[in-house]
């Protein structure tokens, strides 16, 4: 079975993964002319890693990122509102990973031109449309260096493209703009000293637009020295502020973020080494969009942000989308008729992502903040806990839903003689 995947970003490059070991013929279509490490920090959860590990990327994964042991979310002073364990120390069979995305993107594509071929990914390829054939699907392209039509026919189509997704928008004509709710993420990468014990993700703050995050993705230094540090300032212009006309980032001068960083009063971070340090801040819109009815149409279909994109309370969204492309693959195994696996993807997947993706607006785990915010100091551990597991429990992320749920690896097909 052939497939075409739209997008080379991390959910597109997992799903060629995920399609070849199962033994289909994925080909990844992305517009970029080039792939390259550019990014700030993403999380890889437990449930996440897992599936990337059972894909053989233990060791790329393990060299790559850092394992983070504890969230900690503070208030505006430093005060310690919740901590929890994570990844191993939580009890995990699988680590979280802290890691560039860039690098993340890179070690993918990697990984896929060495299983699938250096042909299995074509760059400057942009996306305009598709048609359902006589058994098949056949996606048009703009070759962006030609300016020439190129048409890929496969018997499977699968959007990856993101939150902008041109094949979304086919599928649903009538959606409108991504949702913005009136806050922008200041993002960047500074080198900086170890905040608190090195390994800890620090959340501080209560509501959106009223945050501060932080966490090392990279540390060659011992125990006091300084790492790379991820960081990341929640600014909210006002509910007057017009939606941004792109989800792309504006830089932030270091003067801006300076001043946006002063107010926080946090004992171990230097807000001007952050501000001095980082050699790009970029200020990007906090996005999602409205869950779909449905993702599968014939022989169609979408994962990662083009299906569900989310706030990023929770670390959740490029998690999910990885767990997106192993239930594809494995229900496509299952399946000789594709139009009927892409609809049983639809129904596992669809209503649990869905919830997640309204979870986070009311805040995820992160309403732990909130609370502590308004009751004017940390919660009662029960409470702090009942949120944060039920959170675990709709993302279908608790240790034991994790250690425990049955592999989608699936055997692999044997080539297709017809081909």
Not at 135 to 144: E, I, K, N, Q, T
Not at 176 to 185: E, Q, Y
Not at 198 to 222: C, L
Request: charged share 20%; with cysteine; proline share 8%.
């Amino acid at each position: 079975m052939r497939v075409t995947v739209v997008g080379g970003g991390i959910a597109g490059l997992t799903c060629a993964l995920s399609l070849h070991a199962a033994g289909f013929e994925p080909l990844v279509c992305e517009a970029a002319r080039t792939v390259e490490a550019i990014g700030v920090g993403i999380n890889l959860l437990p449930h996440a890693v897992r599936e990337l590990s059972e894909l053989g990327l233990d060791g790329e994964l393990a060299t790559a990122g850092l394992p983070p042991r504890r969230l900690s979310y503070h208030d505006r002073t430093g005060g310690v509102v919740w901590e929890e364990p994570l990844g191993r120390t939580a009890g995990y069979r699988w680590p979280q990973y802290s890691v560039h995305r860039g690098r993340l993107q890179v070690l993918l594509l990697a990984a896929v031109r060495e299983r699938l071929g250096p042909d299995s990914v074509r760059t400057g390829l942009l996306f305009r449309r598709f048609e359902e054939t006589p058994g098949g699907v056949r996606a048009h392209f703009l070759d962006r260096s030609s300016g020439l039509p190129v048409a890929e026919d496969a018997d499977v189509l699968v959007g990856a493209d993101g939150i902008d997704s041109a094949v979304r928008a086919q599928l649903h004509p009538d959606e409108t703009a991504p949702r913005w709710n009136g806050v922008h993420m200041w993002r960047g990468l500074a080198p900086h000293p170890h905040v608190l014990d090195g390994r800890s993700i620090v959340v501080a703050g209560g509501t959106p637009g009223e945050k501060f995050v932080a966490y090392p993705i990279e540390d060659a230094a011992a125990a006091g020295g300084e790492a790379l540090l991820n960081w990341v300032l929640e600014v909210r212009h006002g509910p007057q502020a017009p939606l941004p006309s792109g989800t792309g980032g504006r830089r932030v001068t270091a003067a801006e973020a300076r001043a946006g960083l002063s107010s926080w009063n946090l004992p171990w971070i230097a807000p001007g080494t952050l501000a001095e340090r980082s050699p790009a801040i970029f200020e990007y819109p906090m996005l999602d969009r409205d869950p779909l009815p449905r993702w599968s149409f014939g022989r169609v279909t979408l994962l990662g942000d083009a299906a569900h994109p989310m706030f990023p309370m929770g670390m959740n969204g490029g998690s999910q989308s990885v767990v997106d492309t192993r239930v594809l693959a494995w229900c496509l195994a299952r399946d000789n008729d594709p139009v009927a696996a892409l609809r049983r993807y639809d129904r596992m997947r669809r209503p649990t992502v869905n919830a997640v993706v309204l979870a986070n607006r009311t805040l995820g785990p992160e309403e732990i903040l909130a609370r502590a915010e308004a009751h004017g100091g940390a919660l009662p551990a029960g409470q702090a806990e009942a949120i944060a597991t039920g959170y675990r429990k709709l993302a279908g992320a608790t240790v034991a839903q994790v250690n425990t749920h049955p592999s989608w690896t699936v055997p692999r097909r044997a080539p297709d003689p017809a081909r």
